[in-house]
């Protein structure tokens, strides 16, 4: 039985008022023109992507700006960030995007900011897509895995046809002229058997606002690429981001940020974080489907096929209604949702039991370690001694 994630609640904590949802990732389009080796949407445990609609019809963008405005409203939401998903979200036109994020800002409650970033892969990124983005106030992150050709060999097309000269030129266009104000940074996936410092510098030549590393998605029932799991074993991702983050922390290029290592900091310093793979903050962010199903962050996907799933969609049902199911629930609860090895564990405040999605072991749910627990142990230890040295005697 799957359905492990209803043995998360705890007592405790079922009596507290649920934490709004802050972030909409709205699935425009259900379909890519990439087909990268390593992407968890097409090559996961879950297939429900091929009875998806490929575009989200007008119809359901419609209720689902009235849902989110409705949401807003009804707690008072002083901001909330709308992120525009796939598949590839360009495949549905920039024009469509941008009257759906227009749609939104009227729906919210006055003083209320909508901020709107869209995630591509860059392919169909052209000066003049980006400047109607631009016209509606729209972001654009760029999924890349580093600043060379070599590192993007697994982003390649349906023919097998690199994506890189394609995703260069979008970088180029973002990272100068009149476009670097619409640049939200890039998100990167992590391949231990590349050269951290030339991935690393080579992404700073494309001068990113920020960068996001992400660990691949995987969980102890198919752990990720090069991480057998059971005890004792190496740490390749820890390692490959303390030498990234050496890099950073001793060198003025700080001003480019790097989510990861900041919200570590900021834990490590009692400060809150928001990140989805550190800390014990409530995570805040539910999906819409090109269908109008209200899913779950479909990384739970890895897990098994409906893992993610709610039952709910925004024609029938609120974001409250979301706020109820118990796998969001367990989401909320903190300590209570994690492993009794992490809850007695000394870096639970920073670690936060890591990526939900990443605990997932076959016939026993989500209540278990993150498969990365050596890697961000590792780490943590590794920012940790830094900032002590930082700090003097």
């Known amino acids: 039985m799957h359905g492990t994630v209803r043995a998360a609640r705890d007592p405790v904590t079922d009596g ?26 097409y090559f996961a445990a879950d297939p429900g992507w091929r009875h998806q609609p490929v575009t989200a019809s007008s119809r359901t963008l419609r209720h689902t700006a009235r849902r989110i405005g409705e949401h807003a409203t009804a707690h008072g939401l002083p901001a909330v960030s709308l992120v525009l998903h796939g598949g590839e979200p360009l495949l549905s036109g920039p024009a469509v995007l941008g009257a759906f994020a227009d749609a939104v800002r009227a729906r919210v409650p006055p003083g209320c900011a909508v901020h709107v970033t869209l995630q591509t892969n860059g392919v169909l990124l052209t000066e003049e897509t980006l400047t ?34 394609a995703v260069e030129r979008a970088a180029r266009l973002l990272a100068t002229g ?5 640049y939200a940074g890039v998100l990167g996936v992590i391949d231990p058997a590349t050269d951290p410092a030339e991935v690393y510098e080579s992404l700073l030549r494309l001068a990113p606002p920020a960068i996001d590393f992400l660990l691949p998605h995987g969980n102890w029932s198919r752990p990720p690429p090069g991480l057998p799991a059971g005890p004792g074993r190496p740490t390749p991702y820890g390692d490959w981001l303390c030498a990234v983050f050496d890099l950073w922390w001793h060198a003025d290029r700080r001003r480019t940020r790097i989510r990861l290592f900041q919200e570590c900091l900021a ?24 269908d109008g199903g209200v899913e779950q962050v479909d990384s739970l996907k890895t897990a098994y096929p409906g ?10 049902h609120s974001f409250d209604d979301a706020l109820a199911h118990p796998g969001v629930t367990a989401r909320h609860t903190g300590l209570a949702a994690l492993a009794d090895t992490c809850r007695s564990c000394p870096l639970v405040q920073v670690c936060g039991g890591g990526h939900y999605a990443h605990r997932y072991r076959d016939g026993h749910g989500f209540r278990n370690p993150s498969v990365y627990c050596a890697d961000l142990q590792r780490l943590i230890r590794h920012i940790t001694a830094a900032l002590r040295r930082a700090a003097g005697p």
């Open 16 to 41: 507290l008022p649920p934490v709004p949802f802050r972030q909409f990732v709205v699935k425009v389009n259900s379909r890519c023109n990439l087909a990268c080796r390593y992407c968890y949407m």
């Open 132 to 165: 109607t983005l631009a016209a509606h106030g729209i972001t654009v992150g760029l999924s890349l895995d580093g600043g060379l050709a070599r590192h993007n060999g697994q982003r390649v097309d349906h023919a097998g046809r690199p994506a890189w000269p």
């Open 178 to 182: 009149p476009h670097r104000a619409s």
């Open 267 to 290: 834990l490590l310093l009692g400060l809150p974080a928001a990140t989805e793979s550190l800390g014990l903050q409530p995570f805040t962010a539910v999906v819409v489907e090109t």
């Open 307 to 316: 893992a993610a799933a709610t039952g709910l969609d925004v024609f029938r």
